[in-house]
């Protein structure tokens, strides 16, 4: 079994290489990228951010090849894919976390709203307040729970009064589904909540920036399958306001939460497409062994 | 043995792992014997050396700290102190307060005669009694006329005897103290008017020819204006090198040349930062000599790559999710520094940091080369007095063959080593009392 994958694996790496056709532009069922073919529809009706031929260097090595996507407003698009495919590298492009790293460069285009993101004159504070995050390790600041929140508000100028922070603070609590339980120790260290609340608390925190676009890189993997039940019920509702993009380890999470998935190999964006679709019809080889547990 | 070629791949029946391993295990469990042993008879050495250490200085040292006094009935009278009757103060400080000291011996002890005996008579009190006189009248002018009991200051020999570091069955040519003194003594000790005393001047005056004046205030203040001049320099400047080399800079060949020369310089000897020192801020920048201010320049070019080190450390222990996290929520790298890594590290910086300034504390080489080693009597007020640091006043006491000097070094010693105690507690607190929190 293990040897049908790597020989699929050289196949495509070889295909990759052995091509300089120039590529054609995206279609609608299948976008050609120099021979290799992302499967599925690329685009959306109401973009939300738009990518395309994002290349993503660490040094020398590439880590994203090419791709492109649309996430869609008001959706839960999911990434999925191996273990060192690229996930988080391309999800930290889309609010240029990787710009902290020296020895990474992004190459192509992706906007948010019709704004190249990685242009010039874009603040990358102001566009980090747009687009939010949530780790993969909660990572509350080492303040009370209070601060935590309040931290965001206050550093982008949002609030003017006390009074106005405390309601937001109590607001995005609220959004998150963990006022009840810190409402009576607001001055309590972030620190000392319990995993999942400190994840929580890292939701909150980034909501209440009210960004537009929240990005998750496996917000449930240092979680307990309950902690991860509440914080998959929060993405639903939050789905409402914002636009989410999670990347998850877990196939009944993407099938969850997500509506559209992604599937990431290598690199590559292999697949794409409604959640439904792909975990019941993949259309390439490498996602279905990938979700039927063959890979991986 | 007869077995085909094959078997010999096959592990050895368990019986045999079984006994190779005892046998090992013996080896392994007396090698860790010995390994336990050679440490133990490390730290029991390193401890017996610590005690003899302190157990010496503290013995010779402990002493230092009372001091022998005479008790002297004083007239303050008026026809020598104030001859004009014009209670004019000028006049009054100038007076002959000897005299009444003399005067006051010569009461003790009536029936001493003649010049030499009553030499030796004043001999007992040292000279800081008419000073000490001349500061009763200055205080309270109103004691002119009357006779008080006095506690006056014993001359150093009288200090020793009495302590007992003198042997009276000596020679008499072979002691400080002659024959007549030491019946004299013996009257005033029977009557109860001699006694030791907590001894202040210690701790008030600043170095003296004579060894029962003599205290280590200059020195403790010179020492304090050196380190804050030390502190104020280099914290801030450590501690903002630190955080632009960590945080900020670029990983190129520009920034490892300065790292590699920081950590050279945290290594070279300090004297060379004396000579440093000595050519730039003296001779080119034409600074005072013996100066507090120059000796701080100096200790601060020493502890600077301590505390830099020290601040990089502490910063490159913020874990990475915290400014993750402050980066994520849209905080400028300066936002991220200030709000969240600086405040995490500060604990750690200022350990460093405290390490470094109790070095810079005992430090006295780099200071001999700029002069901070001369005989200054005055207690120095500011920045540029001349002034000397308390490891260079040990270093000059040790220099003298007096037993109250001997004394008093290692008095001065037990003052430098409980300030760094001090300081080095004050450090470890910092380090528990922040114990890394996320
Ligand atoms: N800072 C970095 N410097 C150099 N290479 C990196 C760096 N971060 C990631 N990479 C490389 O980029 C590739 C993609 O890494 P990425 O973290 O995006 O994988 P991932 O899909 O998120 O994996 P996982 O599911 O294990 O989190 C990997 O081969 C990884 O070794
Ligand atoms: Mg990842």
């Known amino acids: ?296 | 043995m007869n077995k085909p070629a094959t078997g010999s791949a096959t592990p050895p029946p368990s019986r045999n792992i079984k006994a190779i391993v005892h046998q090992n295990l013996a080896r392994r469990r007396a090698a860790e014997r010995r390994f336990r042993g050679y440490g133990l008879v490390a730290i029991t050495l390193g401890l017996a050396f610590v005690v003899l250490m302190f157990g010496n200085i503290i013995s010779k040292g402990l002493p230092a700290f009372w001091q022998t006094y005479i008790q002297v009935p004083i007239t303050f009278d008026s026809t020598v102190l104030d001859p004009q009757g014009a209670r004019d103060p000028q006049a009054l400080a100038n007076a002959d307060y000897a005299t009444l000291v003399r005067a006051g011996m010569r009461q003790l002890f009536p029936h001493v005669e003649g010049r030499l005996p009553l030499r030796a008579l004043g001999g007992l009190i040292s000279s800081d009694a008419a000073y000490e006189l001349q500061r009763r009248i200055q205080d309270q002018p109103e004691l002119l006329g009357s006779t008080q009991e006095v506690w006056l200051l014993a001359s150093a020999a009288v200090d020793t005897f009495f302590k007992g570091n003198i042997d009276r069955t000596l020679p008499e040519a072979e002691r400080p103290i002659k024959d007549n003194q030491i019946e004299w003594l013996d009257k005033l000790k029977t009557s109860g008017k001699i006694e030791k005393q907590f001894n202040a001047v210690l701790f008030q005056s600043g170095d003296s020819r004579e060894p029962e004046q003599a205290g280590i205030r200059g020195a403790l203040m010179g020492s304090f204006f050196t380190l804050l001049v030390t502190f104020l320099l280099s914290f801030p400047i450590g501690v903002a090198t630190a955080v632009y080399l960590e945080e900020f800079a670029p990983k190129n060949r520009w920034t490892d040349i300065i790292e590699v020369n920081i950590n050279n310089l945290a290594a070279v000897p300090s004297i060379v930062f004396g000579l440093l020192g000595l050519a730039v801020f003296i001779n080119f920048f034409g600074l005072p000599r013996s100066a507090p201010l120059v000796g701080g320049l100096v200790l601060s070019l020493m502890t600077l790559p301590v505390i830099i080190i020290a601040g990089r450390a502490a910063l490159t222990s913020v874990p990475p999710s915290i400014r993750e996290a402050a980066l994520g929520m849209g905080a400028s790298k300066l936002q991220m520094v200030g709000h969240h890594v600086l405040p995490l590290a500060m604990p750690g910086m200022l350990t460093g940091s405290i390490i470094g300034m109790a070095r810079a504390l005992g430090e006295s080489a780099p200071l001999l080369m700029i002069g901070m080693v001369a005989f200054i009597v005055d207690v120095p007020k500011n920045f540029l007095d001349p002034a000397t640091v308390l490891p260079v006043q040990i270093y000059l006491w040790s220099d003298l063959p007096e037993r109250a000097f001997v004394e008093r070094t290692s008095a001065a010693i037990m003052v430098l080593l409980a300030f760094m105690i001090l300081m080095n507690g004050l450090a470890i607190l910092l380090r528990k009392r922040f114990e890394r929190r996320w």
Do not use: W
């Open chain 1, 1 to 296: 079994m293990s040897t049908t994958v790597l020989e699929t694996q050289t196949a495509l790496d070889q295909a990759l290489q052995a091509s300089t056709a120039p590529r054609h532009k995206s279609s609608v069922e299948v976008t050609d990228y120099n021979n290799r073919q992302t499967v599925g529809k690329i685009t959306v009706d109401n973009p939300k951010m738009v990518c395309r031929d994002v290349d993503v260097f660490y040094g020398a090595k590439q880590a994203i090849k090419k791709v492109g996507l649309d996430i869609g407003a008001n959706e839960v698009i999911a990434f999925i894919g191996p273990s060192g495919c690229g996930k988080s590298t391309f999800l930290r492009c889309l609010n240029r976390m990787n710009d902290t790293i020296a020895s990474c460069r992004v190459t192509g285009q992706i906007m948010l709203d019709n704004e190249d993101i990685y242009a010039k004159e874009i603040d990358v504070v102001q566009l980090r307040a747009r687009v939010g995050m949530v780790f993969q390790k909660p990572n509350p600041f080492p303040k009370s729970i209070y601060e935590n929140i309040a931290y965001g508000p206050r550093i982008h100028g949002m609030v003017n009064t006390k009074a106005e922070l405390d309601e937001l603070v109590h607001d995005s609590l609220e959004r998150a589904g963990l006022i009840k339980e810190v409402e009576k120790r607001m001055q309590e260290p972030g620190t000392s909540l319990s995993g999942g609340q400190q994840q929580r608390l890292c939701i909150a925190r980034a909501i209440a920036v009210n960004p537009e676009v929240i990005l998750m890189d496996e917000p449930c993997s240092a979680l307990d399958p309950i902690a991860t039940a509440k914080i998959e019920e929060l993405i639903d509702e939050l789905r409402e306001n914002y636009t989410i993009v999670i990347v998850t380890h877990s196939m009944q999470q993407a099938a969850r939460v997500s509506q559209r998935t992604a599937y990431f190999h290598l690199g590559d964006l292999i697949e794409i497409g409604d959640t439904d679709q792909i975990f019941t019809n993949p259309r390439h080889k490498l996602t279905e062994d990938y979700i039927t547990g063959r890979f991986g």
